[in-house]
């Protein structure tokens, strides 16, 4: 099924200037890029993206990483597009990721893990709404 997802380039892997290189393994698996900026994260909008980790013990500093500095988010489309990005991605942590992935290849840690992919089908519309007008993603 053709599916939407959202990705984040993370404040750690913007900062090391390795943008292009995660792109480039997004556009090379597959997935169309349907809409892409670069903005920063408040404290209180990074707490809003990830309510649902609210009462996780690492909460308050997963939101003060994400709010520290640029990212980027896209839209990503494709067959499957949740399971290939987040496939793309690797494991939360980078250090049990396979080789190859993002997080494996650019992870600095458990938490400074340099991208983001929705879940699930219906977390990527909840996830794509937080950040995109419809009029900011094409047709293609
Ligand atoms: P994923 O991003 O793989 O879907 P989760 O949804 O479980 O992982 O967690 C969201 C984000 O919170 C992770 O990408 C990571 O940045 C951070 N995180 C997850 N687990 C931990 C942890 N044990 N310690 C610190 N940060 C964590
Ligand atoms: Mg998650």
Do not use: W
């Amino acid at each position: 099924m053709i599916q939407q997802t959202l990705s984040i380039i993370k404040p750690d892997a913007v900062q090391r200037d390795v943008c292009g290189e995660i792109l480039k393994r997004i556009e090379a698996g597959g997935l169309k890029i349907k809409a892409l900026k670069m903005l920063e994260l408040s404290k209180k909008q990074a707490q809003g993206f990830y309510a649902v980790h609210q009462d996780k013990p690492f909460f308050d500093s997963l939101t003060d990483f994400m709010s520290s500095g640029p990212i980027v988010v896209s839209v990503l489309e494709g067959e499957d597009a949740v399971r290939v990005y987040r496939d793309i991605m690797g494991a939360t942590n980078p250090a049990e990721a396979s080789p190859g992935t993002i997080r494996k290849e650019f992870g600095l840690d458990i938490e400074k893990n340099s991208v983001h992919g929705s879940d699930s089908s219906e977390n990527a519309s909840t996830e794509i709404a937080y950040f995109f007008h419809a009029l900011e993603m094409v047709d293609r």
